[in-house]
């Protein structure tokens, strides 16, 4: 079938979906945001939840899609520019990504111009922020008076029923029927980027790499489709939770409180776990906490 749809276009495991956007809970919120002149935004949010995908599908439904500039704190050669940002202006629209790992002072810097951006209102510069919880916070953090300057959104899981629809408009796109929908739906638990990872690993496990003619329904086993997928995640995740789960003592009897916040991280709602709610509901573990909060603290 000519230019029928590819499995990696419709069930995406990195960059923009082509087909399978669906608007997260807080997009509407975002929208204005970005309408509004001046007003720096901060997306933050644990990753894999789609808030890089968000705020490029709102750029392009306001009308940005030239003088667009988007960095990553990942990248020695785009953090040079962020610290030249505040003499750049007008400079457009400017993301910044993974904001979190950029250097103190220059997230310092990026306060103050965000600042100045709102209190001046022209529709020259924004920025926009993208990083991981509390990522407003640390903004604030170095100028008080951004509170109300700021419009910060955070992203958390998104109800079954979009995650639902993000398999929902993949079928169509493959005109296929994933036999295992509802389990892809329960176990992404809020996330677009495991929905997809899920379903694209069923249709490998169904040979299904574009379009199909007529309609076809997979048999894939979700067991396996899960084993593939925490496969690949275990390559990222596994090294850092192993690190973790030891914490920073050789005695095994040190490393309970380490354990027991893995545990209700994994039990937890959400994706995120704050560790002063933690100690509240577990006051037993209030010492041992109190010193794991103090150790990264001192760290960043």
């Given at each position: 079938?000519?230019?029928?749809?590819?499995?990696?276009?419709?069930?995406?495991?990195?960059?923009?979906?082509?087909?399978?956007?669906?608007?997260?809970?807080?997009?509407?919120?975002?929208?204005?945001?970005?309408?509004?002149?001046?007003?720096?935004?901060?997306?933050?949010?644990?990753?894999?939840?789609?808030?890089?995908?968000?705020v490029?599908?709102?750029?392009?439904?306001?009308g940005?899609?030239?003088?667009?500039?988007?960095?990553?704190?990942?990248?020695?050669?785009?953090?040079?520019?962020?610290?030249?940002?505040?003499?750049?202006?007008p400079?457009?629209v400017v993301?910044?990504?993974?904001?979190?790992?950029?250097?103190?002072?220059?997230?310092?810097?990026?306060?103050?111009?965000?600042?100045v951006?709102?209190?001046?209102?022209?529709?020259?510069?924004?920025?926009?922020?993208?990083?991981?919880?509390?990522?407003?916070?640390?903004?604030?953090?170095?100028?008080?008076?951004?509170?109300?300057?700021?419009?910060?959104?955070?992203?958390?899981?998104n109800?079954?029923?979009?995650?639902?629809?993000?398999?929902?408009?993949?079928?169509?796109?493959?005109?296929?029927?994933?036999?295992?929908?509802?389990?892809?739906?329960?176990?992404?638990?809020?996330s677009?980027?495991?929905?997809?990872?899920?379903?694209?690993?069923?249709?490998?496990e169904?040979?299904?790499?574009?379009?199909?003619?007529?309609?076809?329904?997979?048999?894939?086993?979700?067991?396996?489709?899960?084993?593939?997928?925490?496969?690949?995640?275990?390559?990222?995740?596994?090294?850092?939770?192993?690190?973790?789960?030891?914490?920073?003592?050789?005695?095994?009897?040190?490393?309970?409180?380490y354990?027991?916040?893995?545990?209700?991280?994994?039990?937890?709602?959400?994706?995120?776990?704050?560790?002063?709610?933690?100690?509240?509901?577990h006051?037993?573990?209030?010492?041992?906490?109190?010193?794991?909060?103090?150790?990264?603290?001192?760290a960043?």
């Amino acid at each position: 079938m000519p230019n029928a749809p590819e499995l990696q276009e419709v069930f995406t495991v990195s960059g923009i979906p082509k087909y399978t956007f669906v608007p997260p809970v807080e997009y509407t919120r975002l929208l204005v945001a970005l309408k509004t002149p001046g007003r720096g935004i901060v997306i933050e949010g644990p990753s894999g939840i789609g808030k890089t995908t968000a705020v490029i599908k709102a750029l392009e439904q306001v009308g940005v899609t030239e003088n667009l500039i988007k960095l990553s704190a990942r990248k020695p050669d785009d953090i040079a520019f962020v610290k030249e940002l505040p003499g750049m202006q007008p400079f457009g629209v400017v993301i910044i990504d993974d904001f979190h790992k950029l250097p103190t002072p220059t997230k310092a810097a990026i306060a103050d111009l965000m600042k100045v951006l709102a209190d001046e209102g022209g529709p020259g510069s924004k920025v926009i922020v993208i990083g991981i919880n509390k990522a407003g916070e640390s903004l604030i953090s170095f100028a008080d008076d951004l509170t109300n300057r700021l419009e910060i959104i955070p992203f958390e899981t998104n109800p079954d029923a979009k995650v639902a629809e993000v398999i929902r408009l993949g079928e169509e796109a493959l005109n296929v029927e994933l036999n295992i929908k509802e389990d892809i739906v329960t176990a992404a638990h809020g996330s677009f980027y495991l929905a997809q990872m899920l379903a694209f690993n069923t249709c490998i496990e169904a040979e299904i790499l574009h379009k199909q003619d007529a309609r076809v329904q997979t048999q894939s086993s979700f067991a396996t489709v899960k084993g593939r997928v925490f496969e690949t995640l275990s390559q990222r995740f596994y090294p850092r939770t192993r690190d973790f789960a030891k914490g920073t003592r050789f005695r095994r009897e040190g490393r309970a409180p380490y354990l027991h916040l893995l545990y209700w991280l994994g039990t937890s709602e959400e994706w995120t776990l704050s560790l002063d709610q933690c100690i509240m509901h577990h006051p037993e573990f209030r010492g041992s906490l109190i010193q794991i909060i103090e150790r990264i603290t001192s760290a960043n």
